[in-house]
């Protein structure tokens, strides 16, 4: 059964930090490109970041130097590290990976 299921959103205070966690069934494995998205109240789902095959990652210029992208293949298990939370990246995150599999996402809720 496929299944990618987020963990670790939650409230949390300005300037603070959060670690999410997508546990990803073993049938489809951390080893593929994967990504982190979120959508905030009214707004359209954006790209946060990803990792590539080679590890090699991307980040939206809003989360640059903030944010870290990481997995572990042999916990299939893919992570976002978020640091100096600000009010704006409030949204519900959610887990992606290649070619069009999703998490049911996970709160994150940063209070000024």
């Known amino acids: 059964q496929v299944q990618l299921v987020e963990s670790g959103g939650g409230l949390v205070q300005a300037g603070g930090s959060l670690r999410l966690s997508c546990a990803v069934s073993?049938?489809?494995?951390?080893?593929?490109?994967m990504a982190w998205y979120r959508q905030a109240p009214g707004k359209q789902r954006e790209w946060v970041a990803q990792?590539?095959?080679?590890?090699?990652?991307n980040y939206a210029d809003s989360v640059k130097g903030r944010f870290t992208i990481s997995r572990d293949n042999a916990k299939n298990t893919l992570y976002l590290q978020m640091n100096s939370l600000k009010p704006e990246d409030t949204a519900v995150y959610y887990c992606?990976?290649?070619?069009?599999?999703w998490g049911q996402g996970t709160q994150v809720t940063v209070s000024s």
């Open positions: 992606y990976a290649v070619p069009t599999y």
């Open positions: 073993r049938n489809i494995g951390t080893n593929r490109v």
């Open positions: 990792i590539l095959l080679d590890s090699r990652v």
